[in-house]
């Protein structure tokens, strides 16, 4: 059998690829009788196959050529696993403890062979649907962050390197648009891909296209998303994006990944933890009110930025006379004026991340795809209310995040809410 142009496997010819590729038989010591192969792709777009032998494991991960949950009617380019492989490798080179090593990579079969995340791993979505405390959680995610952000924006990058990393990642066009049309768009309109909690939310749904200030506010957070090349970011981190132990934490499936604005990662990944938080009175039961796993959510969301803004901070201290280009240091010479210019950039990203949060909790309540931690609550109206909270939050902060100092205010607007 041949892998020299595009097919799509199957269990079978996954083994057969799989023997023809040393990069991955020596990774399961050339053995292949006992081999268990599982298709686990759960997600939208792609086949992700879990294969484990006695002597080795790894994952498979295929790009189809349109969206998988929706079919070939939705055609979507195989090349956007390019970019999640050579997201995989320069994050995983940035914080190798928090990105799964990449084994190997085959443009014509749009294949990435991984690090298999081995139980106890599972979704981080799953564990806060469970009510699961994560005491590294928050340092663990801020540390990826501060990272992967600050090592691929030009604090670090001098502007020739940076132009050059900035137009090899343009060709993700397809999914960018793709991020367009589902966050900024749709859900300010009518579109027949948007859903909701209906009748309940009906209301709601037509409040948010009626709403010329939070219009305001999407316009300029969607020309900031599609203009602002500020650093390599995931481009989908949400908590549907991050698999977990007690003790581990690691980031996976970047292929919306580009040089895009930085709130729009910090901002998904705090959104969907508040989006987490207001779920958990639908999860309540009897004996467990949820009433402390919520205060856990909030401090977590608290730390998280206040650790990345911490770390981001003494990377920048670390590297004033490093190669970037952004601030020069014969011109920010003094302790005073890089005070001044710290505090403005963390002040502006605050905000961003705040922003682009909001518009990513609205879109998982009235746009097309929804969130398990409300899924899977199975009272239709009992979800309604939980999601109605959520959207009136995110709405408000949509439109007044520059109000805000801290995050602590933010928790405190959130407890308000709720």
């Given at each position: 059998?041949?892998?020299?142009?595009?097919?799509?496997?199957?269990?079978?010819?996954?083994?057969?690829?799989?023997?023809?590729?040393?990069?991955?038989?020596?990774?399961?010591?050339?053995?292949?009788?006992?081999?268990?192969?599982?298709?686990?792709?759960?997600?939208?777009?792609?086949?992700?196959?879990?294969?484990?032998?006695?002597?080795?494991?790894?994952?498979?991960?295929?790009?189809?050529p349109y969206i998988r949950c929706i079919g070939e009617s939705w055609p979507m380019t195989k090349e956007?696993?390019?970019?999640?492989?050579?997201?995989?490798?320069?994050?995983?080179?940035?914080?190798?403890?928090?990105?799964?090593?990449?084994?190997?990579?085959?443009?014509?079969?749009?294949?990435?062979?991984?690090?298999?995340?081995?139980?106890?791993?599972?979704?981080?979505?799953?564990?806060?649907?469970?009510?699961?405390?994560?005491?590294?959680?928050?340092?663990?995610?801020?540390?990826?962050?501060?990272?992967?952000?600050?090592?691929?924006?030009?604090?670090?990058?001098?502007?020739?390197?940076?132009?050059?990393?900035?137009?090899?990642?343009?060709?993700?066009?397809?999914?960018?648009?793709?991020?367009?049309?589902?966050?900024?768009?749709?859900?300010?309109?009518?579109?027949?891909?948007?859903?909701?909690?209906?009748?309940?939310?009906?209301?709601?749904?037509?409040?948010?296209?009626?709403?010329?200030?939070?219009?305001?506010?999407?316009?300029?957070?969607?020309?900031?998303?599609?203009?602002?090349?500020?650093?390599?970011?995931?481009?989908?981190?949400?908590?549907?994006?991050?698999?977990?132990?007690?003790?581990?934490?690691?980031?996976?499936?970047?292929?919306?990944?580009?040089?895009?604005?930085?709130?729009?990662?910090?901002?998904?990944?705090?959104?969907?933890?508040?989006?987490?938080?207001?779920?958990?009175?639908?999860?309540?039961?009897?004996?467990?009110?949820?009433?402390?796993?919520?205060?856990?959510?909030?401090?977590?969301?608290?730390?998280?930025?206040?650790?990345?803004?911490?770390?981001?901070?003494?990377?920048?201290?670390?590297?004033?006379?490093?190669?970037?280009?952004?601030?020069?240091?014969?011109?920010?010479?003094?302790?005073?004026?890089?005070?001044l210019v710290q505090e403005k950039y963390m002040r502006n990203l605050f905000h961003d991340s705040l922003?682009?949060?909001?518009?990513?909790?609205?879109?998982?309540?009235?746009?097309?795809?929804?969130?398990?931690?409300?899924?899977?609550?199975?009272?239709?109206?009992?979800?309604?209310?939980?999601?109605?909270?959520?959207?009136?939050?995110?709405?408000?902060?949509?439109?007044?995040?520059?109000?805000?100092?801290?995050?602590?205010?933010?928790?405190?607007?959130?407890?308000?809410?709720?």
């Amino acid at each position: 059998m041949s892998f020299d142009e595009f097919k799509p496997l199957n269990e079978q010819s996954l083994v057969e690829y799989i023997k023809a590729t040393p990069a991955l038989s020596s990774r399961l010591g050339d053995k292949y009788d006992d081999l268990v192969i599982k298709e686990v792709g759960d997600g939208n777009l792609n086949f992700v196959f879990i294969v484990v032998g006695s002597t080795g494991s790894l994952v498979i991960k295929q790009a189809l050529p349109y969206i998988r949950c929706i079919g070939e009617s939705w055609p979507m380019t195989k090349e956007r696993a390019y970019f999640e492989a050579t997201t995989l490798r320069k994050h995983g080179a940035l914080s190798p403890d928090h990105v799964p090593e990449v084994y190997h990579f085959d443009r014509t079969m749009a294949l990435i062979g991984m690090r298999y995340l081995e139980p106890p791993h599972i979704i981080l979505r799953k564990g806060l649907v469970a009510g699961i405390q994560y005491p590294f959680l928050a340092e663990h995610m801020a540390d990826y962050m501060a990272k992967t952000l600050f090592f691929t924006s030009l604090l670090y990058h001098d502007t020739t390197e940076h132009k050059r990393a900035v137009t090899e990642f343009c060709g993700n066009v397809e999914l960018c648009r793709l991020t367009e049309q589902v966050v900024f768009s749709d859900p300010y309109r009518v579109s027949t891909f948007n859903r909701w909690t209906s009748p309940y939310l009906d209301d709601d749904a037509k409040a948010v296209r009626e709403d010329s200030a939070l219009k305001l506010e999407i316009a300029e957070l969607k020309s900031m998303f599609c203009e602002r090349a500020q650093a390599l970011i995931h481009g989908d981190l949400h908590t549907g994006s991050v698999m977990v132990t007690q003790d581990s934490t690691q980031v996976i499936d970047p292929e919306f990944s580009f040089y895009g604005p930085m709130g729009f990662d910090i901002g998904a990944y705090l959104g969907n933890l508040v989006l987490a938080f207001f779920a958990q009175d639908g999860h309540a039961a009897e004996g467990n009110d949820r009433k402390e796993y919520k205060q856990w959510i909030l401090r977590t969301i608290e730390q998280t930025w206040n650790m990345f803004n911490k770390r981001f901070i003494a990377l920048w201290d670390q590297n004033k006379d490093g190669p970037g280009e952004a601030y020069l240091a014969d011109i920010y010479n003094n302790t005073e004026v890089m005070q001044l210019v710290q505090e403005k950039y963390m002040r502006n990203l605050f905000h961003d991340s705040l922003g682009f949060g909001a518009a990513k909790m609205i879109r998982r309540i009235v746009g097309v795809a929804h969130v398990e931690d409300f899924e899977s609550i199975k009272d239709d109206k009992q979800r309604a209310v939980c999601e109605r909270k959520a959207l009136e939050f995110g709405k408000m902060l949509l439109k007044e995040r520059r109000k805000f100092k801290c995050i602590g205010e933010v928790v405190s607007a959130i407890q308000q809410q709720s």
